[in-house]
């Protein structure tokens, strides 16, 4: 048998003239299937060292009265700041052999890159979601020991009493808020979908003479939630199961919750030439933590 050319050139070889389109598409459906955490705070770490990021938070000062004839009074400066771990590593990989990528239809490939991003993204969603346990000063468990439950926003879950969302538990929750002086714009509420079902029967999130909205824009017609008393409402199937199995709704702003990214979303891929397949892997380096403790709240609700 004759010796295989030396200078053959192999698939491996010739990779930079192959178009590769897989990381744009596993990335545009990562993107699309984000939920949450387009809605806090997101760090980006890419580049850098560490496993830890911190963010400074001063304490506020307050203002004083002055007092005639007499020096201002200075205020001490009290610096902290919070501490993120960058720890969570989660990838997605899929080993094709060239058989299969010959005769499969297109459809396989559009399953794999849409599947990566979504597993990934449900996963960075799930993570944000699960950081709702330590708002209100929470124990950081699945109990959710100062959640409140949907139906007044004041009276805190104890494992069995989650209550579907009501007006007077949405206002209440709310004020909790605005008693923290938490900032009126970048508030969202991000409910299951049993939630969604239940908004949408309510008259007084649906009708036009208390949202304002005609035609197609109207909830009722179209299903779109669109916003409560101002606060922007986005439904995710990523809301976490309290012990009790009751779901979690979070009211929360901007600044409540926070993202670090240290790699973001990326794919690559490796011709293995003694398998004769091509090894994809998507991963992503992440960490997630709370900024601010007063400024989101967890509300219990029926599963």
């Not at 997101?42 to 496993?51: A, C, S, V």
């Not at 396989?108 to 950081?131: C, I, P, Y």
């Not at 409910?191 to 949202?211: M, S």
């Not at 600044?255 to 091509?278: G, H, M, P």
């Amino acid at each position: 048998m004759a010796a295989f050319p030396a200078d053959a050139v192999t698939a491996a070889e010739a990779a930079t003239f192959i178009p590769e389109l897989w990381s744009d598409e596993v990335v545009a459906a990562y993107k699309a299937n984000l939920v949450l955490a387009g809605l806090v705070t997101n760090f980006n770490h890419q580049g850098r060292k560490g496993d830890v990021f911190h963010i400074p938070a001063p304490v506020r000062g307050a203002a004083n009265a002055k007092v005639a004839d007499t020096a201002v009074t200075v205020i001490p400066h009290t610096d902290s700041d919070i501490a993120i771990n960058i720890n969570l590593h989660y990838e997605y990989s899929r080993f094709i052999e060239d058989i299969a990528a010959v005769q499969a239809l297109n459809s396989m490939r559009e399953f794999f890159t849409d599947d990566a991003g979504f597993g990934l993204a449900t996963q960075v969603d799930t993570d944000l979601h699960d950081v709702g346990n330590l708002l209100q000063g929470g124990a950081g468990t699945a109990a959710y020991d100062q959640a409140v439950i949907g139906s007044d926003g004041s009276t805190l879950y104890t494992g069995a009493n989650e209550a579907a969302l009501a007006d007077d538990g949405i206002r209440r929750a709310i004020q909790t808020l605005d008693d923290a002086n938490v900032p009126m714009r970048d508030r969202f509420l991000v409910i299951p979908p049993v939630e969604k079902n239940n908004l949408l029967g309510l008259a007084r999130f649906t009708e036009q003479a208390f949202v304002g909205e005609v035609g197609m824009a109207n909830s009722i017609r179209n299903g779109r939630i669109g916003s409560v008393y101002g606060v922007e409402v986005f439904v995710s199937t990523n809301c976490a199961t309290a012990t009790g199995a009751a779901r979690i709704c979070l009211l929360l702003h901007r600044s409540a919750i926070a993202l670090v990214t240290q790699v973001d979303i990326r794919v690559q891929t490796q011709y293995k030439q003694e398998y004769l397949a091509d090894l994809l892997t998507a991963d992503t380096i992440y960490g997630v933590g709370e900024l601010r403790d007063d400024a989101g709240v967890a509300i219990a609700v029926l599963a």
